[in-house]
């Protein structure tokens, strides 16, 4: 094989600008339609207002105790409390400092993403297969099937983190005509510390970068131009060496944390190396290792050591483990709207690329082709059915969101001016919607009260609104909406909350109940009518 200067995939695209175009109207008309729901549904029940809010506030060191403020700004929690994701932190900042609070403008944020992730997959695949065709199948499917259902809402870190992870894929291609690490190399290098800045567990991805390096650089290449021992060390080292720092970082967050919950897993008070080895067997960071990372792993190592990297038995086993992993993927959670694909698509996009090259030695390159060619399609056809879910979803979506409204303006209407309403939830989810509705379509003085029942740190954060109910007495309240299982909890609050008092009326949402003192009878415009006099718990 010639190694030419310039890329096949760029070179194609340099000679034939309608190849070009063609991609981008295919990627234009899929992102589109499959960011339908997003786009045009502009609430969730669960709502944008309290998302973007929570992604722009204040860095995790707020949340700690006053002598403990160590953490500087940078280290802002992210879309989590406790997460190390500064690269969410700045541009979520920026994105509300440009478009404040529109969602509309934070759900196109997420559609740039996903065109500049389709362009850096194609160019690296058509490289990598020689193909416009399959290059473009497999960049759409990359981005559309495993992440479908979680790139409807604002942008979270997976999604800038799959541009850096794509721009990696891309200069890692091109550098592959250097047998030695050049600036294309190092790029790739901070495009992949830009996509763990994104989200820790890309750095799963580590393995799977390091041996398409290695194969890239020594595929049908003259002995002069393989790459040396020497080389390959330095650009593991370096790819280890980001990945203890980054580590090292998370392991940081944990200790200053103090006990606080991080991401809903980390309940860490007295944090030391072994405790932070034990809370990642129990998250799923050592599952996913152990399902993929050792026996990967573990091959790439004995097929180095015995230099049978060429050996066709050995690609046949990564083919088989692969398809042994992903083919159910698809057939769990394929009809039900994509993958749960936010959590493992560092490791998909992982088994895609040692599955390409996989497939490129197992066959002929023209059967690669083929066979690449009729997988792709099959996975469109996927990707059509999730799309028509989830633009079903959106329709869905749009009745809930109306009847909800419906419902507090019907709430509000019957509270009198410097009333009292207070919003009961486990969860913040809820109550930041349900408080966030108060404010848009309540008066100017009803008073909105959050009690939170499961006393996470999130408890009041974000809304200045927050009160204690403790403080109010059973006739100062006028209002009560709580979350299931809520109920129980603010049943047991005997001194200000009495059956007696309060009538219960059940809404359109199964977890989601309203109370409402002195009043007999209310109709809602979603259809249902309840007499809140004889309605029961």
């Not at 650009?235 to 998370?250: E, K, N, P, Q, V």
């Not at 209407?413 to 408080?435: F, K, L, R």
Request: aromatic share 16%.
């Amino acid at each position: 094989m010639q190694i030419e200067n310039i890329p096949p995939g760029l070179s194609k695209l340099r000679n034939n600008n309608s190849a070009f175009w063609i991609m981008l109207v295919i990627a234009l008309a899929t992102t589109f339609f499959s960011y339908h729901p997003g786009l045009f549904t502009k609430f969730e029940l669960y709502d944008d207002h309290h998302r973007i809010r929570m992604a722009t506030d204040g860095p995790v060191h707020d949340q700690i105790p006053e002598g403990e403020k160590l953490i500087p700004s940078l280290l802002g929690r992210g879309d989590y409390p406790g997460r190390f994701t500064p690269l969410i932190t700045s541009t979520n900042h920026f994105f509300a400092y440009s478009f404040g609070l529109n969602p509309f403008l934070w759900h196109i944020v997420p559609l740039i993403y996903a065109l500049a992730t389709v362009i850096f997959l194609f160019l690296a695949a058509s490289r990598f297969f020689r193909s416009f065709w399959v290059g473009g199948m497999l960049a759409i499917w990359i981005l559309q099937v495993p992440d479908l259902e979680t790139w409807v809402y604002i942008a979270r870190g997976e999604h800038i983190g799959m541009v850096f992870l794509s721009a990696c894929l891309f200069f890692n291609v091109y550098a592959s005509h250097k047998p030695y690490i050049g600036k294309w190399d190092l790029a790739g290098l901070v495009c992949f510390a830009g996509a763990s800045l994104c989200k820790e567990s890309f750095l799963l991805l580590a393995p799977a970068l390091l041996y398409m390096i290695w194969y890239l650089k020594n595929e049908s290449s003259p002995s002069s131009h393989r790459m040396s021992f020497k080389s390959l060390s330095i650009i593991i080292f370096l790819y280890a060496l980001w990945s203890i720092l980054l580590l090292s970082m998370i392991f940081l967050m944990l200790i200053f944390s103090k006990g606080k919950v991080v991401d809903g897993g980390f309940f860490l008070k007295n944090t030391t190396i072994i405790d932070f080895v034990k809370q990642l067997c129990i998250l799923s960071y050592i599952p996913k290792l152990s399902l993929w990372f050792i026996p990967i792993m573990g091959f790439v190592l004995w097929s180095v050591k015995n230099k049978s990297y060429k050996n066709l038995y050995a690609y046949r086993y990564i083919a088989i483990f692969i398809f042994l992993w992903v083919a159910p993927q698809i057939v769990l959670y394929g009809a039900r709207g994509g993958f749960r694909g936010r959590y493992w698509l560092p490791m998909i996009v992982g088994f895609c690329l040692l599955n390409a090259i996989a497939l490129k030695k197992l066959m002929k390159e023209n059967s690669a082709r083929n066979i690449c060619v009729i997988v792709w399609l099959l996975v469109a056809l996927l990707t059509i059915r999730c799309v028509q879910i989830n633009w079903s979803q959106s329709v869905n979506f749009k009745s809930r969101t109306h009847a909800f409204e419906n419902m507090i303006k019907d709430v509000v209407s019957h509270v009198p001016d410097n009333g009292n309403i207070v919003v009961v939830a486990n969860s913040a989810d809820p109550a930041y919607a349900v408080v966030h509705r108060l404010g848009v379509f309540g008066k100017p003085h009803v008073n909105a009260y959050l009690y939170q029942t499961d006393g996470a740190i999130t408890d009041g954060f974000c809304f200045p609104e927050k009160g204690d109910p403790d403080v109010l007495t059973p006739e100062e309240i006028d209002a009560v909406i709580y979350f299931k299982p809520g109920y129980r909890d603010i049943a047991q609050r005997q001194r200000w909350y009495k059956r007696e008092r309060f009538s219960l009326h059940k809404s359109i949402e199964k977890e989601i109940y309203l109370s409402l003192r002195k009043l007999s009878l209310v109709s809602f415009d979603y259809g249902y009518e309840y007499d809140l006099s004889t309605s029961a718990h």
